[in-house]
């Protein structure tokens, strides 16, 4: 069948159409878009000319430094540790770098530093080494009686066996590491007990020098740390009281007095340091709210209760200091006195209104140091005026006694001192809590009688006070025996 011309046409037509649709169109030109090259962070490096241990690390990636770091070694530290009168040497080893603290550090420091390195020190390994220390001076201590011609100088000397704490000296050599010091003083401590001499010894030598005495020797010794009687003798033979009764009567007037006026801390002051009598005698009477000789009187008489209340038997001071002229001659009191023979042999001449033993007296002082520690009996006899801090007020007081003559002058500088003496024609007497460097603490009671001889001579304080200071420095020597 043939087409007619127009379908032909339309059918070209038709043809045309789907050509055209289906060539490729042509587009209008673009720009290119470019694609970004990523950025590269340089790597940190150490600043120029930056210096450990005499080595130039500067310009050192962190990884080459970190490589550098660990490479150094530290040569042992040599430190010399001063312990009391000993000198140690103490090689260290146990320190090396702390490679990522002193890499930090480096890597902060600006050019031309000198950079110091981080430490990692053992302190097991320290501590290790110090207890080993403290075992060789223990091992080496040795005390030794040295006795001499004159017949109060023994006294205890050696090599002694001086005892630190170890977690202090770590700290301490720990510190010294840090700084770069090469010494350290390490405080000591008092060896185990509180004594290098035991009380043995200590009683065998207080026995020794007692038979140099013409006379009666009466000796207290009181460790306070430990509450250990470390020596006596004759401790309970009753002697006169004498002055050293002024401290039982400031305590009593601290027990019956809140507060003391300007004039009455004028006569403490006065009896205390300077031993007056007539000052004594006003305390007394001060106790009791009065005045004058009656109310001393008194106050003694309330003393007296105090001293019972304490389990004393042998200590009372029947009237007031110098009274008895004006309270039995002139006032007509009957004041009974105690027999010529009291307590336990061997006795001495005492005075029958004023009387103590070493024993007791050392109670006395020794409750009176409980009340500074806020215990004892003192404060349960008297807990609203024998406070801690007015016990402490007491014994400050008694460290300032102008008598440097008795038990002072046997004692070394370095002491701290609370005491008080006394004497009359035949007994002197010196009795003091003492306190060490090493903050040992100990009592001691020194009684010396000697009977009036047959032309009437007295006890003279040369005599007695040599004798008084050698037993001192005997007792002392047992606690912090000195250097041979």
């Excluded at 046409?9 to 169109?25: E, F, H, M, R």
């Excluded at 039982?248 to 403490?268: C, E, R």
């Excluded at 037993?471 to 002392?476: D, E, S, V």
Aim: aromatic share 6%; glycine share 6%; charged share 15%.
């Amino acid at each position: 069948m043939k087409l007619s011309i127009f379908r032909r046409v339309l059918l070209v037509s038709l043809i045309l159409v789907v050509l055209a649709a289906c060539a490729p169109q042509a587009t209008a030109p673009t720009t290119p878009i470019e694609t970004p090259i990523p950025s590269v962070t340089p790597e940190p490096r150490v600043a120029a000319n930056v210096w450990l241990l005499g080595t130039d690390v500067g310009g050192q990636t962190v990884a080459a430094l970190k490589t550098t770091v660990a490479a150094q070694k530290l040569p042992p530290r040599d430190i010399m540790l001063n312990i009391g009168t000993e000198s140690v040497p103490m090689t260290i080893s146990a320190v090396s770098i702390d490679t990522t603290a002193t890499v930090a550090d480096i890597m902060a420091a600006t050019t031309g530093i000198t950079v110091t390195p981080v430490l990692r020190i053992d302190a097991a390994a320290i501590s290790s080494q110090l207890g080993i220390i403290a075992q060789n001076l223990a091992s080496t201590g040795g005390v030794t009686l040295v006795d001499t011609d004159a017949p109060y100088a023994a006294r205890f000397v050696g090599n002694v066996a001086t005892t630190f704490d170890i977690p202090t000296a770590e700290r301490l050599v720990i510190d010294a590491i840090e700084r770069n010091q090469s010494t350290v003083t390490l405080p000591v401590s008092a060896p185990a007990g509180g004594m290098p001499v035991s009380a043995e010894e200590l009683n065998a030598a207080v026995a020794q020098m007692a038979e140099r005495w013409q006379g009666i020797v009466g000796i207290y010794v009181l460790n306070l740390d430990t509450n250990e009687v470390v020596a006596s003798l004759n401790e309970n033979t009753v002697f006169s009281g004498a002055s050293v009764m002024k401290v039982p009567i400031l305590i009593h007037a601290y027990a019956n007095v809140g507060s003391f006026t300007d004039k009455q801390v004028a006569w403490m002051r006065r009896m205390i340091i300077d031993s007056d009598n007539i000052a004594a005698n006003r305390m007394l009477a001060t106790s009791m709210g009065g005045e004058g000789t009656e109310s001393a009187y008194q106050g003694a008489q309330d003393m007296n209760k105090l001293f019972t209340d304490l389990g004393l038997e042998h200590t009372y001071q029947n009237l007031p200091y110098e009274a008895r002229d004006y309270l039995i001659g002139t006032l007509n009191y009957t004041i009974k006195g105690g027999p010529k023979e009291e307590g336990p042999p061997p006795h001495t001449d005492a005075d029958p209104m004023l009387r103590t033993t070493p024993r007791e007296m050392a109670t006395v002082f020794h409750a009176l140091y409980q009340c500074s520690q806020n215990e004892g009996p003192f404060r349960a006899l008297y807990p609203e005026t024998l406070t801690a801090e007015r016990c402490s007020e007491m014994l400050m007081l008694m460290r300032e006694n102008a008598d440097n003559t008795r038990m002072m002058r046997g004692l070394p500088d370095d002491v701290v001192v609370s005491h008080k003496s006394g004497w009359i024609e035949d007994m002197q007497a010196d009795v003091g809590i003492i306190t060490t460097p090493a903050q040992q603490h100990y009592l001691m009671a020194i009684y010396v009688y000697r009977p009036i001889g047959a032309d009437g001579a007295y006890l003279t304080d040369p005599v007695a006070s040599d004798a008084i200071s050698g037993f001192a420095q005997l007792i002392h020597s047992a606690f912090v025996p000195g250097m041979q």
